[in-house]
């Protein structure tokens, strides 16, 4: 499994942005593709999105509005928000799927400690 460090997270006013890193040991030589989730209070853990580490295609959850976009340098995975709103407060995490398994939600098997999004 990947160690990973989630950052950026904070208090943001609504209709500002803000962009969460994460930092993976073993990027792109240990994992398929990386992903963000966030959970929110009393909520179930939702996927936003993820990267394939070779070759950065990216793929967003149906659900999503169109104001999340992610990328990454060889090292670090980023997740940049715009247009915040406070619907958007949620604990954020970063994932990995390892080399061998599919990109798939249920797939992720390396998770960050998250880092917390308040909007207000």
């Known amino acids: 499994h990947v160690q990973l460090v989630e950052s950026g997270g904070g208090s943001v006013q609504a209709g500002g942005s803000l962009r969460l890193s994460c930092a993976a040991s073993?990027?792109?030589?240990?994992?398929?593709?990386m992903g963000w989730f966030r959970q929110a209070p009393g909520k179930e853990r939702e996927g936003l999105g993820f990267i394939y580490t070779k070759g950065g295609n990216t793929y967003y959850n149906d659900s999503m509005d169109g104001r999340f976009t992610i990328s990454q340098d060889n090292a670090n995975m980023y997740l940049q928000i715009h247009e915040l709103k406070p619907e958007d407060t949620a604990i954020y995490y970063c994932?990995?799927?390892?080399?061998?398994?599919?990109?798939?939600?249920?797939?992720?098997?390396?998770w960050g400690q998250g880092t917390q999004v308040t909007v207000s």
């Open positions: 994932a990995a799927v390892s080399s061998q398994r599919l990109c798939r939600w249920a797939e992720f098997d390396s």
């Open positions: 073993g990027y792109a030589s240990s994992t398929k593709c």
